[in-house]
């Protein structure tokens, strides 16, 4: 089996997918790519937060063009997302596209592939072939294969053309919007390739259900040493796909240097009222001043302190009132008014 460590190096702009590297965090735009100075906030934010890639739709000439003028203005590879038209994936990588992603089932002809491939090869660009469920050529999704059979198959018949064609700066993906189908494809593909893997789950729902759903699938393979760029797509904007990647390659393990907040589930002691919002707005301070610390936001001070004793800092409230505490000792009180004031100058001075 090849885990990520295993698997070959993909060099994409200013950043390596692949062997030793930490796993990539990388969104989708969900702004038409020729809104340029849309598109560039959408990405300056999400990288703020955490993208080390963003992946922008394609759908027409003025989509193509516009990858230069977004490049000039952002600091992470940008991956175009091509269907249906070669023109349009020679357009964006002659236009400073630094990978370009393809279902080559949809591409129309191996001529057309072919011609893509010589200009990446010509323009030293990745090309990810992603292949999904929905997506299947008819005769291998009517085979009496196995569904994760019918995805890998599908993927080595692309990569076998790719090789034969002399072009191996390959990223695979085999995505379903089935976890476990998902987890089933990406295990048997880890075995049948060394090219690095792009995992996620496509389609995979909004709010809680897209998060489980992608999370369910994503930290078996992780913790298996499966998958080298991951993506959870969200009914979101892609800032909150950024943040969910991050903290699940945190929670596992897998991506260091971020804060960790704990809250308390709250019962029938708690005194403070909007634990989950108080909690919301510390991890954003934290995370926009990249501070490594875990903070306990804890609903009431007679078990709350102890409960929260492993955070560097905690909060407990009390009858308007919130104890300030540190590993379990009470560092002060103050009033609900000052408590984030006064928890945000001990964070600074981590
Ligand atoms: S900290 Fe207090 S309010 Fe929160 S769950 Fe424990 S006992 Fe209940």
Do not use: W
């Not at 191996?168 to 085999?174: A, D, T, Y």
């Not at 969910?244 to 960790?260: A, F, I, K, Q, S």
């Amino acid at each position: 089996m090849s885990t990520r460590e295993n698997t070959i190096p993909v060099k994409i702009g200013n950043i390596q997918i692949g062997g030793n590297n930490q796993v990539i965090i990388q969104s989708m735009c969900d702004i038409k790519t020729s809104k340029i100075h849309e598109v560039v906030k959408e990405i300056n934010e999400c990288t703020a937060l955490g993208a080390q890639m963003m992946r922008v739709s394609i759908l027409d000439k003025d989509d193509a063009y516009a990858i230069k003028e977004i490049k000039k203005r952002v600091s992470v590879p940008i991956v175009a997302d091509i269907h249906f038209d070669a023109n349009l994936g020679i357009l964006a990588i002659e236009n400073g596209a630094d990978k370009i992603r393809i279902n080559p089932g949809n591409i129309g002809s191996d001529e057309k592939l072919k011609r893509i491939i010589d200009v990446a090869k010509k323009y030293d660009v990745a090309i990810r072939i992603g292949v999904n469920k929905g997506s299947l050529e008819k005769d291998l999704a009517s085979s009496n294969l196995s569904e994760e059979e019918k995805l890998t198959e599908s993927a080595l018949k692309y990569i076998k053309k790719f090789e034969e064609y002399g072009f191996s700066k390959l990223v695979i993906s085999v995505k379903a919007s089935n976890p476990l189908l998902t987890i089933k494809a990406y295990r048997l593909m880890s075995k049948k390739t060394n090219y690095p893997l792009h995992i996620g789950v496509t389609e995979s729902g909004y709010d809680e259900i897209g998060i489980i759903r992608s999370v369910s699938a994503l930290s078996p393979l992780l913790l298996e040493g499966i998958g080298s760029t991951i993506r959870i797509s969200l009914t979101h904007n892609p800032q909150k796909e950024i943040k969910t990647c991050v903290r699940l390659l945190h929670d596992l393990g897998l991506y260091e240097n971020y804060p960790t907040i704990i809250t308390c589930p709250t019962c029938g002691r708690c005194m403070v009222k909007n634990t989950a919002q108080i909690a919301d707005k510390i991890l954003e301070y934290m995370i926009q001043h990249k501070k490594n610390l875990t903070v306990a936001v804890m609903g009431c001070i007679v078990n709350g302190i102890g409960e929260g004793k492993n955070a560097d800092i905690g909060i407990a409230g009390g009858n308007g009132l919130f104890q300030i505490f540190s590993h379990g000792k009470i560092l002060k009180t103050t009033d609900e008014e000052n408590v984030l004031n006064e928890l945000y100058k001990l964070i600074d001075m981590y």
